[in-house]
């Protein structure tokens, strides 16, 4: 079992950064791989990005290479997406979920916070 609460969401304007980040309890979250969605209102919940367990290896949805990152930190049970260059189109709710597999599916996930929500005002 994993439980995952996010944290670092808010108000933001174009062409600005923020970090977010997912606290993670539970034994399995070291080799775990964590993911990053986004649901935006009337739309369908989209990947982000997400890491192996060990960090070697990432993946990111289009929209936001080269301008989102993610990390994470084992030791603290913590992920992190770092979001620079945000766009109004960034805005959405963000799921952090954890996975035994590596997939960028949401249906391959099966633990997830409650979700940060991120505005980008134009």
């Known amino acids: 079992q994993v439980q995952l609460v996010e944290s670092g969401g808010g108000l933001v304007q174009a062409g600005g950064s923020l970090r977010l980040s997912c606290a993670a309890s539970g034994r399995t979250f070291s080799t775990a791989t964590m993911g990053w969605f986004r649901q935006a209102p009337g739309k369908e919940r989209e990947f982000v990005a997400a890491i192996t367990w060990t960090g070697a290896s990432t993946a990111y949805a289009i929209s936001v290479k080269g301008r989102f990152t993610i990390s994470r930190d084992n030791a603290k049970n913590t992920v992190y997406l770092q979001m620079n260059s945000l766009k109004a189109e960034d805005t959405a709710v963000y799921y952090c979920?954890?996975?035994?597999?590596?997939?960028?599916?949401?249906?391959?996930?099966?633990?997830w916070g409650q979700g940060t929500q991120v505005t980008v005002s134009s």
């Open positions: 979920a954890a996975t035994t597999a590596w997939t960028t599916r949401s249906d391959g996930y099966a633990y």
